[in-house]
């Protein structure tokens, strides 16, 4: 068993298939405390209530509703953490897009690492609880100095510029290539959160379909 976030990033550009019938490459990961029950924040996502109260495992789905795609979900902590590999986070997807019920609101956090395989780039998202959301593109951070940037900053998750030095662009490009990595440590680290790879590839979580906002 592997119980950290580092590891979604590191198989984020991987063409390995999970070992069940799980997620591995891929993974979009939207993580939020504050809500009155984990519940209300995947109604807020869309997800069905009679869908939640059978908590079925994502192993053992059924076939999806039209416009609709899987998530699994879980707990650690304070926090609920939702995982997607449709190409990008749903909350993200409705919050850009002015849903109303995805609007952060004061104590409500929300951190998002959206792949956006459909429209790059590759996005992280922070709504700290002031009722405002602050994006940065992988390899950035969100310019806040929050306790987030510095984790992100510490996890080498933050480039500089090109370098100008042609010795040194390979390095650069490595890490530029495996930059999801760092990305998904650092948000382990702020948040403290756990997330279990075995759980995860065979898909032992609770399934939820959401739709296609």
Partial sequence: MTDTIGWIGQHTNSDQAAPGRGMLSGISLTLARGFDSDDEFLIGLGADLDELAARTPYQDRGPLPADHHPAMYGTHGDWLYVLENWGRATWYTGYTGGVKSMRPYPDEEIICITLNEFSPPQMIVHAPGDGNA??????????????????????????GPRPEDDADIPAYEDRLVNIAGPVFAAVGAYTGVLIDQAAVTTGTLPYVALPAV
Avoid: C, I, K, P
């Fill in 134 to 159: 602050y994006r940065a593109e992988f390899t950035t951070d969100t310019g806040q100095g929050s306790a987030l940037d510095a984790a992100l900053q510490a996890a080498g998750a933050v480039l």
